[in-house]
C-alpha cells in the first residue's frame, strides 16, 4: 500500500524581491533535485486501543538526519500532539499531515469518512528523502580529499547522511543548522508529503502514466495539491510568502505571481481546522502561471561557493525596511529591476520561438557562440537570421547584467549583501567564460549557490573553471516537470538526473 511522490527543488532566476508583490513575476526553473515523500500503514490492522480513543499513530522517519518522531493525531479535532521523548520537530510535515487529512474529511461524505477513519486508526507511517542536492557535502568531500568536482559529489551515496554546521550548534540552547545550497528543501518535502498523502487517502488519484492523463482533469488535482501545499508550507514558516517555491514544486518551470495573501486568512484565524481548509480551497486563488522553461541547447549550472549560504528571512526584512526609510529611491530600484526581469523574459522566448521557427540556424550559431567569448559573437552572424540569434542573445546577457546591477544596488542600499563581493568577482568572471549566457545570484541572493546559463557543450569549461576558483559545480540541471508519483522507494532503485516517466506534468 504504499505511496511515493517526489517533488523538485528551484531555481528563482529573476523576481527576487520583487515577486513578494503582485504584479510582478518571477521566473523560476525546476529542477532534477526532487524531495521524495513515502506513506504507508504503520500497522497491519487497526489496534483495539485506537478505536476505543480515535487517536491515529503517526510516525515521521528521516533516515538522512537519523531522526524518527511518533505523534498521536486526534481524529475528532486534527491535532497532532508529539509523544517522543526526544522530539525533533517538523513543522512543514505536520501542517501537511494535518491540512491534509481535513480536507479529507471535509471533502469526503460519510460513508467515505468511515473509510478514511478505518484507514488512519492503523497510523501513519512516513519517510522523507532530500537528494543530495539539497544539502552541502563539501565538507565531506574535502574530508575525503577529493576534488571539488561533480563526480566527487557523484561517489556519495544516494540520500547520504547529512551533517550540521558545527558553528551553528555551539553555545547555549541554540540548534545546529543544516548546510543547505538554497534549492528550496522545504517547499520540496512539503509538497511531496501532501500529494502523497493525498493519494494515499483518496482524495485524489494522481495518475501514473503521463500518456494517459486526462489534462483537465489533472490540472484540478495539482490545484488541490498546490492550495495544501501553500497553505501548510505558510503556516510551518509562520509568514505568507511569495509562494513561488511551492508552485514550482508542484507545476514545474514557469513564470509566476504571487497570489494574494488574503486567501490564507481563515488557515491563520484560529478557526477549527477542518472549516479552515475548506474555506481555504473555496477561495480565490488568484496566482498566475505561465509554462516556462530555458531554450534549447542550454544548460543550468548551480555552484556551492563555500560561504555558508544566507537568511532570507532576514534579507527579505532589511528590504522591506529600506522600502519604507527611503520610498522614492526603492520605487526608483524596483521599476528597473522589473524592466530588467521582463527583458530577459521577453529574449528567452524570442530565443525559444528562433529555434522552432529555423532550428539549422539556431543550432548553428549556439554551436559557434558555445566556442567563443561574448564580445566575438557577433562575428558569427554573417546574415539576418544569425544576426537575429546573436542579438537576442546579447539582449539576455545585457538585461541579466542590468538586473545584477540593480541587485547589487538595492543591497547596498538595504545594508545586505545581495551580490556580495566574492559573488560579484566570481560571476563576472563566469559570464567572461567561452559559451556563458548569464550567471547570477538565485532568489534572495547572498552567500547560496550561484547559477549560470551556457550555451551547447561549454558546460564543462565552467565546471572546471569553477573547480580552480574552489566553487563545486553541483549535479543540478532544469527539469521542468513538477510533482509526480513513482513507482518504487527511490531507495530500491538507482536515481539517476533523468526525471522518469511518470511525471505529472
Known amino acids: 500500500m504504499a505511496v511515493v511522490a517526489s517533488a523538485p527543488g528551484k531555481v528563482l532566476m529573476t523576481g527576487g524581491y520583487l515577486v513578494l508583490e503582485r504584479p510582478n513575476a518571477g521566473i523560476v526553473l525546476s529542477t532534477n533535485a526532487r524531495f521524495y515523500a513515502i506513506v504507508k500503514p504503520l500497522y497491519e490492522e487497526v489496534k483495539p486501543e485506537s478505536w476505543a480513543w480515535a487517536w491515529a499513530d503517526v510516525k515521521l522517519t528521516s533516515p538522512q538526519m537519523a531522526r524518527e518522531t511518533m505523534y498521536k493525531m486526534s481524529l475528532k479535532h486534527l491535532t497532532l500532539q508529539c509523544v517522543s521523548s526526544s522530539p525533533s520537530r517538523n513543522p512543514f510535515v505536520e501542517y501537511a499531515v494535518q491540512y491534509t487529512v481535513a480536507a479529507a474529511y471535509a471533502t469526503f461524505d460519510k460513508d467515505k469518512q468511515e473509510t478514511l477513519q478505518k484507514l488512519l486508526l492503523r497510523g501513519l507511517d512516513i519517510t522523507i528523502l532530500g537528494c543530495n542536492e539539497f544539502y552541502s557535502y563539501r565538507n565531506q568531500i574535502e574530508a575525503r580529499g577529493l576534488p571539488l568536482t561533480p563526480e566527487s559529489l557523484a561517489s556519495l551515496p544516494p540520500f547520504a547522511s547529512i551533517t550540521f554546521n558545527a558553528e551553528e550548534s555551539r553555545g547555549q540552547n541554540s540548534k545546529p543548522e543544516v548546510a543547505k545550497t538554497g534549492l528550496g528543501s522545504s517547499a520540496a518535502m512539503t509538497t511531496a508529503v501532501v500529494a502523497a498523502l493525498l493519494h494515499y487517502l483518496g482524495l485524489l488519484n494522481l495518475s501514473s502514466t503521463k500518456g494517459q492523463i486526462e489534462q483537465n482533469k489533472d490540472a484540478r488535482e495539482l490545484d488541490i495539491v498546490h492550495v495544501i501545499a501553500q497553505t501548510a508550507h505558510c503556516i510551518a514558516q509562520g509568514k505568507v510568502g511569495s509562494g513561488f517555491d511551492v508552485s514550482s514544486a508542484v507545476y ?113 550559431v549556439i554551436n559557434s557562440c558555445s566556442n567563443l567569448t561574448p564580445e566575438k559573437w557577433n562575428e558569427r552572424a554573417s546574415e539576418p537570421s544569425r544576426v537575429e540569434v546573436v542579438r537576442e542573445l546579447l539582449g539576455a546577457r545585457d538585461a541579466m547584467l542590468a538586473i545584477r546591477y540593480n541587485m547589487r544596488k538595492m543591497g547596498e542600499a538595504a545594508g545586505i549583501p545581495i551580490e556580495p563581493e566574492s559573488q560579484t568577482r566570481l560571476l563576472d568572471t563566469t559570464m567572461n567564460m567561452e559559451g556563458v549566457l548569464l550567471a547570477g545570484v538565485p532568489g534572495a541572493g547572498g552567500f547560496d549557490a550561484v547559477f549560470a546559463v551556457a550555451l551547447g557543450d561549454s558546460s564543462n569549461k565552467v565546471i572546471k573553471t569553477w573547480s580552480s576558483l574552489n566553487v563545486l559545480a553541483l549535479l543540478v540541471r532544469e527539469d521542468p516537470h513538477g510533482v509526480c508519483l513513482e513507482n518504487n522507494d527511490p531507495r530500491t532503485t538507482e536515481i539517476t538526473s533523468s526525471v522518469s516517466s511518470i511525471q505529472i506534468v
Open 252 to 364: 514545474g518551470s514557469q513564470r509566476y505571481v504571487r497570489f494574494s495573501p488574503e486567501v490564507l486568512s481563515s488557515a491563520q484565524g484560529g478557526m477549527i481546522i477542518e472549516e479552515a481548509i475548506n474555506n481555504v480551497l473555496k477561495a480565490n486563488w488568484n496566482h498566475e502561471r505561465t509554462k516556462f522553461s530555458l531554450p534549447p541547447m542550454m544548460t543550468l549550472l548551480l555552484g556551492e561557493p563555500g560561504a555558508g549560504g544566507s537568511s532570507t528571512p532576514s534579507m527579505v526584512g532589511a528590504v522591506k525596511k529600506w522600502q519604507k526609510s527611503d520610498p522614492e529611491n526603492s520605487l526608483e530600484t524596483w521599476k528597473k529591476l522589473s524592466e530588467a526581469n521582463s527583458s530577459l523574459e521577453m529574449h528567452l522566448n524570442n530565443l525559444s520561438k528562433l529555434a522552432e521557427k529555423n532550428s539549422d540556424v539556431y543550432t548553428s
